[in-house]
């Protein structure tokens, strides 16, 4: 693909070649997002069982024994007591979190909470309050606050106090504070909802998310949520919690109500490989793709931190974001990785602040060691032509 320019608006001109590249920006955390294996074959009988789609809502015509069975093995695995599965992973958070919350309810949401999140959010109609990524002290002080004066005006109680989290931030690599979050909602009385879209398969000694790598007790944490697009290989979502809350999603959700529920073969492909993550498969495979994602996660950190650039996250996430800073450097950086045959995802303003932009790459359990070391020969030399690196300048 080649770019052109006309009264400083981008216009892309295709080509019509072809290129293939070593892929550093897909969700393909556990490398489950194959055409061939356990998955894929599953996923084809089921087609062969089931047909290509369910063609009505969960809550009409498109429950089949599938969807249950895939269900209770969410409950089991994130360890809730019921789950429901959804067919967007982005409507999971938006169309839920307005049946969660409401008028005379207070939504105390992370400043960089993923879109989806936000979404649900401003659609509940509860008051939405935003404490800084990550800052403990920022929460306790609107926690504080919202117990202390109560509503506006009418300085009553909250309804409920709603703490929105993620696991693994999409474009921070950095991990919530579980611990310290789940002491705050205990001393103010609150909930906490927490989206595992980028964690959950990808952290833990098992796979099981955030919870697990915090040594935190699933059953404190009231909605977990999570995606199966990113360490399954597949589409659609979860949410995760007692069975009280589970019913009355069930009928109240408009995604249970309105939208088509995951087609079968998804949903086989998710059981699939769920059953292998946890070992029910009588294999070791899945122990061994964790055990891989989070080698090559530290690895591939911790060489380009000795390379000097500045990288954010936690060391054991497989999203690592590089500053790029100077939004210029975002077209030329990833135009120079492709001519490398490396696919990369850049990001810039909005989605970043306006000097923040970088160059986000996800790992996977599928990348060889040669393939990191391809990558990071090309990446360091990109960021000595873009000087990108600490301690030079960036704009």
């Known amino acids: 693909m080649q770019i052109s320019s006309t009264w400083c608006v981008p216009v892309a001109k295709y080509t019509g070649t072809k290129t293939n590249c070593l892929n550093l920006g897909s969700y393909n955390y556990l490398g489950f997002a194959e055409n061939t294996g356990p998955c894929a074959d599953a996923a084809y009988q089921s087609t062969l069982d089931y047909g290509a789609g369910t063609c009505s809502p969960a809550r009409e015509l498109g429950t089949l024994d599938v969807h249950k069975k895939l269900e209770a093995l969410v409950a089991r695995f994130v360890g809730k007591p019921a789950a429901l599965v959804f067919g967007m992973g982005f409507a999971t958070n938006s169309m839920n979190i307005p049946a969660l919350m409401g008028k005379g309810c207070l939504i105390v949401s992370n400043e960089l909470n993923h879109a989806s999140i936000v979404t649900g959010a401003k659609l509940s109609g509860a008051t939405v309050k935003v404490f800084k ?30 703490i929105l989290v993620e696991g693994v931030y999409s474009m921070e690599g950095s991990l919530a504070p579980l611990p310290e979050i789940v002491q705050l909602k205990k001393k103010y009385k609150a909930y906490v909802y927490l989206d595992e879209a980028h964690s959950i398969g990808a952290m833990g000694p098992t796979g099981r998310g955030v919870c697990e790598y915090w040594g935190v007790d699933p059953a404190d944490i009231d909605i977990m949520m999570g995606t199966f697009t990113k360490s399954f290989g597949a589409a659609g979502g979860y949410i995760a919690a007692n069975q009280d809350v589970i019913n009355y999603l069930r009928g109240a959700s408009h995604s249970t109500t309105y939208a088509t529920s995951v087609p079968a073969p998804v949903a086989q492909q998710i059981i699939t490989s769920m059953t292998i993550i946890m070992g029910d498969d009588g294999t070791k495979e899945g122990e061994q793709r964790i055990a891989q994602l989070l080698e090559n996660s530290r690895y591939f950190r911790k060489r380009l931190k000795e390379m000097n650039f500045i990288v954010y996250g936690n060391e054991d996430s497989p999203v690592v974001p590089i500053l790029l800073y100077g939004p210029g450097k975002l077209w030329e950086f990833s135009h120079q990785m492709l001519r490398r045959k490396i696919a990369v995802v850049v990001v810039g303003f909005p989605a970043t602040t306006l000097v923040e932009g970088r160059v986000r790459i996800c790992l996977s359990a599928s990348h060889t060691r040669d393939m990191l070391d391809f990558a990071l020969k090309e990446i360091n030399d990109v960021g000595d032509l873009l000087t990108m690196k600490n301690g030079w300048l960036s704009f």
Do not use: C, F, Y
Not at 133 to 156: F, M
């Open 133 to 162: 990524h990550n800052s403990v002290k920022s929460l306790e002080a609107i926690l504080r606050r919202a117990v202390t004066d109560g509503q506006p005006r009418t300085h009553r109680p909250w309804r409920k106090i709603l």
